[in-house]
């Protein structure tokens, strides 16, 4: 069993920032789980999930289009803990941010995006951005 625990989420207005935190149990047993990628996803209402940013066991990172310089996502292995750092928040950012991992690389078949590829799941922290 892998935990998965957000925190960070609250409500700004457009223009402010945020840092998400997400807590995950995969760091501690690194010789049990030395490859993996962690990502984060949102889903506003009415809206399908979507992959925002990740980051695997090499360190690599990648971003959808839309948050590509404004967001930034890290680990500290140290901490057990990924975090999503959001800058120049817009409106459309609004939703509920989900921290994922999956035991594979992000470049891993599929794309670092799949939402099937990912079996562990934290209970998501809300991020709600005003005009």
């Known amino acids: 069993q892998i935990d998965m625990m957000e925190s960070g989420g609250g409500s700004v207005e457009s223009g402010g920032s945020l840092t998400l935190s997400c807590r995950t149990s995969?760091?501690?047993?690194?010789?049990?789980?030395?490859?993996?990628?962690l990502t984060w996803f949102r889903q506003a209402p009415g809206k399908e999930r979507e992959g925002v940013a990740a980051?695997?066991?090499?360190?690599?990172?990648t971003y959808t289009d839309s948050v590509k310089g404004r967001f930034t996502i890290s680990q500290d292995n140290a901490k057990n803990t990924m975090y999503l750092q959001m800058h120049s928040l817009k409106p459309e950012d609004t939703a509920m941010y989900y921290c994922?991992?999956?035991?594979?690389?992000?470049?891993?078949?599929?794309?670092?995006?799949?939402?099937?590829?990912?079996?562990?799941w934290g209970q998501g922290t809300q991020v709600t951005v005003s005009s």
């Open positions: 994922a991992l999956r035991l594979s690389r992000c470049s891993a078949g599929g794309g670092w995006n799949s939402l099937p590829s990912y079996k562990h």
């Open positions: 995969v760091y501690s047993t690194p010789t049990q789980y030395p490859t993996y990628c």
């Open positions: 980051t695997d066991s090499d360190f690599q990172t």
